[in-house]
């Protein structure tokens, strides 16, 4: 089971590199569901001591007023007999032999985060212990709980240490470790006062009564070590510390650790209690409890990794891709968002998405509603195909009508058509323009890099311009084409022998009389809807998408920096979900390793 608190103890410092220390976040932190052991008390309560019985040496800064200002986080490794050493993850590949040097390291790595200011910080110090003399445990020690703040301090320090503890020790997998000395009334106890508000079933709460040696003659700490004046579920151990004497004298904590064992073998009160007081019996507890713990809350941990790697996944795939270092690289990704936009709007075109119909609508709708408005009656009248075919004679009549006449009168109305044809092409481009926002708005990486955005709406509606204008040339030129050539099919609705109903008896002006005339204009209203089968010459010049001009992206390498402009705020959140998935997948792999080896 010892493999388990090295891997907790492993997935905590991998979260503390990645600032994935229980701080606020869009996410939960891998930090807050791992347990944890919080060391909790007011200053002068004993708390450095405590740790220093567990860990059997004199390493933590001491002074007046507050010491402690950000978390420690202590781990213990037990190794085979040999040197003892200490190492701090901000220096990793230095260990500390002398655990003097161990002491001032934490004091200036407190002070590197904080300043001399006296301030406190939730960052937390990582330090590991290696020794033959420790279990395999790990302990958080927080800033002590106090009631004034000191010179150099802000008002607020108070409240912001309690906030600070409260907000390791209210989390569900944090167990508590309340240190109270025994030489004062334990209803004070700042500890056990900020315990049972967050645990007030003491479910959780480990308590420990220091300074019981030091308790006024006649007194003792025996009905709280059996449980009986403040009851918690687990039993509450003493331990007594090394005095300030032993202190100054630099007595070692083997000897401290001796004088311990005597001193509640030897006291009468306490004899029946001997087998589990101490600092020794207080680590061995701890550190089982811990490992119980942890293999409790696999399971859960598992489904909470599980889903927010699933998470994360889901978020890098909104955010994108990150922006490649080389020219080459953003070259590629340039064209391939174009292609994508491309596609995006090639959909909208053929129906895949909406919008498309649009255009059917302009071709199959408007546009022969449009020629049928036209006034064509003011060009078909009597008096206007009299005046025409009169003309065509010239100054002397033709013994047959002459051609000329019906020329201009079929010509004079197919240019009416030139205006509800531009307007097709107008309407056309007016929806692509609206296609061409809607597959920018729909094309998720441009979102992300608003200049290529800016510079693929521009070239896709300059391309569109430009088509317009040449569809609208070749549109009006077909409508020319149908004015310049008229098939016999015009005239042969003009019969005129007897066969066809004419009468070649007729003299030469009986050809001007109203009934010719109106077979003249019913001739040409046959005739006119013909042209209307010109829609598909529209579809397909219209439709025509030759394509958009990126290709101007590609002389523009040097500027692709510029248009791959991400939001810098975007960037770093990237880069800080990737490395988070990292370490949530590696801390997958390994759990899932323990998980199989139980």
């Known amino acids: 089971m010892e493999n388990l608190i090295s891997l907790v103890n492993k997935i905590q410092r991998a979260c503390t590199a990645l600032g994935d220390h229980g701080e606020e976040s869009a996410l939960p932190t891998l930090w807050d569901s791992l347990p944890a052991i919080a060391v909790v008390g007011g200053q002068s309560s004993g708390k450095s001591s405590v740790l220093e019985g567990i860990v059997g040496k004199d390493f933590l800064p001491r002074g007046a007023g507050i010491v402690t200002r950000r978390p420690l986080v202590l781990q213990l490794h037990k190794v085979d007999e040999g040197r003892e050493w200490g ?159 032993d202190i100054n004298k630099s007595v070692d904590m083997i000897a401290a650790r001796r004088r311990e064992r005597e001193y509640f073998q030897t006291t009468p009160q306490y004899q029946h209690l001997v087998n589990r007081m101490g600092s020794e019996h207080l680590g061995r507890v701890l550190s089982k409890h811990l490992e119980t713990v942890i293999k409790s809350r696999i399971p859960g941990l598992q489904s909470l990794i599980s889903k927010t790697i699933s998470d994360l996944e889901t978020e890098l795939s909104r955010l994108g891709k990150p922006v490649a270092n080389d020219a080459g690289g953003k070259l590629y990704m340039t064209m391939e968002i174009c292609r994508g936009f491309d596609q995006n709007f090639k959909e909208h075109l053929d129906g895949t998405r909406s919008g498309g119909d649009k255009i059917y609508t302009v071709f199959d709708n408007q546009l022969p509603a449009a020629l049928k408005r036209l006034q064509f009656d003011k060009h078909l009248s009597m008096d206007n195909v009299r005046k025409l075919i009169t003309e065509a004679d010239g100054y002397q009549p033709h013994l047959i009508a002459p051609e000329q006449g019906y020329r201009r009168l079929i010509e004079s109305t197919l240019v009416t058509i030139r205006g509800p044809a ?45 088509m317009r204008d040449e569809s609208k040339r070749a549109t009006l030129l077909l409508v020319d084409m149908e004015c310049g050539y008229l098939t016999v099919e015009f005239f042969r609705k003009l019969p005129q022998d007897i066969e066809k109903g004419g009468n070649p008896t007729h003299s030469i002006f009986d050809r001007y009389n109203d009934a010719y005339l109106r077979r003249v204009d019913c001739s040409n209203e046959v005739s006119l809807p013909e042209l209307w089968k010109t829609n598909r010459f529209y579809r397909f010049t219209i439709c025509q998408s030759g394509g958009w001009g990126f290709e101007a992206l590609h002389t523009q390498a040097r500027e692709l920096g510029k248009m791959l402009d991400e939001d810098p705020a975007v960037m770093q959140r990237r880069t800080n979900l990737a490395r988070r998935l990292d370490l949530y997948r590696s801390a997958q792999a390994e759990i899932d390793a323990v998980a199989w080896a139980k």
């Open 87 to 245: 190492e701090f993850m901000h220096a990793p590949r230095k260990k500390f032999t002398d655990f003097a040097a161990v002491r001032k390291e934490i004091s200036d790595e407190t002070d590197r985060e904080t300043g001399r200011s006296k301030q406190i910080s939730t960052v937390p110090i990582y330090l590991s212990i290696y020794s033959p003399n420790v279990v395999n445990l790990t302990l958080i020690d927080l800033p002590g709980l106090t009631k004034v703040a000191v010179d150099g301090q802000s008002e607020s320090i108070v409240q912001d240490i309690e906030n600070m503890v409260r907000s390791f020790i209210e989390k569900p997998n944090c167990i508590i470790l309340a240190i109270s000395p025994a030489n004062q009334d334990l209803a004070t106890s700042d500890a056990i006062k900020i315990s049972r508000e967050v645990d007030p079933k003491g479910e959780r709460t480990f308590g420990v009564l220091t300074k019981i040696d030091l308790m006024d003659a006649g007194t003792d700490a025996v009905d709280i070590l059996e449980g009986k004046s403040y009851k918690l579920q687990f039993p509450w151990i003493g331990v007594v510390n090394r005095s300030q004497a």
């Open 422 to 466: 531009e307007a097709a092409v107008e309407a056309v481009h007016g929806i692509l323009k609206d296609l061409v926002h809607k597959a920018i708005a729909e094309t998720m990486e441009l979102k992300q890099y608003p200049s290529l955005r800016v510079e693929v709406g521009n070239a896709a509606v300059e391309a569109l311009e430009r």
